[in-house]
T-cell receptor
Framework: AQRVTQPEKLLSVFKGAPVELKCNYS??????LFWYVQYSRQRLQLLLR??SRESIKGFTADLNKGETSFHLKKPFAQEEDSAMYYC??????????FGSGTKLNVKP | GAVVSQHPSRVICKSGTSVKIECRSL??????MFWYRQFPKQSLMLMAT?????????EQGVEKDKFLINHASLTLSTLTVTSAHPEDSSFYIC??????????????FGPGTRLTVL
């Protein structure tokens, strides 16, 4: 069963525009949600996790248990934000399940 | 930060041969490592969980006899693709969770191994 859904394969915005990358999940337990980012020709790296409730590189994500969502937001996109973004869920067995990814393209 | 390495980064082999991919945690110990497969422009698909000192656990649909996993030490897990065929061509990525106080800290990913089977 699909645990993590990212409905947008590609999201293009202009520099300075707000951006929201959508992520919905399904899991009966108490999952932990993450956003990972993969810049061009680099390895996957952690961007943020919901339990930290922190802002990294201007990005924030709030876990909405009622809507089972964990959307990633940034008020003013920068060109260097262009990358692949993956939403991930860690289940109660420490396994990670990734969404299909959203490619963010920030245009100058 | 914690580093996970993979070797080789790229391998091309003939159909029918076996290929071994190594995953190492360089500055921390990992009793568990995960192996993923990523098809072009698709997400990472969890293949199996490598457990130090015990058998690997495989996700549904992943052939354990095809993808042999050995967690040789607390810093090394190997994935062997046996009798590789062109459909096994893919990008294989490992990850290792770093524990902090007995609780999983975060996952650190290797750079991946590009396997091409001719």
């Amino acid at each position: 069963a699909q645990r993590v859904t990212q409905p947008e394969k590609l999201l293009s915005v202009f520099k300075g525009a707000p951006v929201e990358l959508k992520c919905n999940y399904s899991y009966s337990g108490s999952p932990e949600l993450f956003w990972y980012v993969q810049y061009s020709r680099q390895r996957l790296q952690l961007l943020l996790r919901h339990i930290s409730r922190e802002s990294i590189k201007g990005f924030t994500a709030d876990l909405n248990k009622g809507e089972t969502s964990f959307h990633l937001k940034k008020p003013f996109a920068q060109e260097e934000d262009s990358a692949m973004y993956y939403c991930a869920l860690r289940d109660n067995f420490n396994k990670f399940y990734f969404g299909s990814g959203t490619k963010l393209n920030v245009k100058p | 930060g914690a580093v996970v390495s993979q070797h080789p980064s790229r391998v091309i082999c003939k159909s029918g041969t076996s290929v071994k991919i190594e995953c190492r945690s360089l500055d921390f110990q990992a009793t568990t490592m995960f192996w993923y497969r990523q098809f072009p422009k698709q997400s990472l698909m969890l293949m199996a969980t490598s457990n130090e000192g015990s058998k690997a656990t495989y996700e549904q649909g992943v052939e354990k006899d095809k993808f042999l996993i050995n967690h040789a030490s607390l810093t090394l897990s190997t994935l062997t693709v046996t009798s590789a065929h062109p459909e096994d061509s893919s990008f294989y990525i490992c990850s290792a969770p770093r524990l902090a106080g007995g609780v999983t800290d975060t996952q650190y990913f290797g750079p991946g191994t590009r396997l091409t089977v001719l």
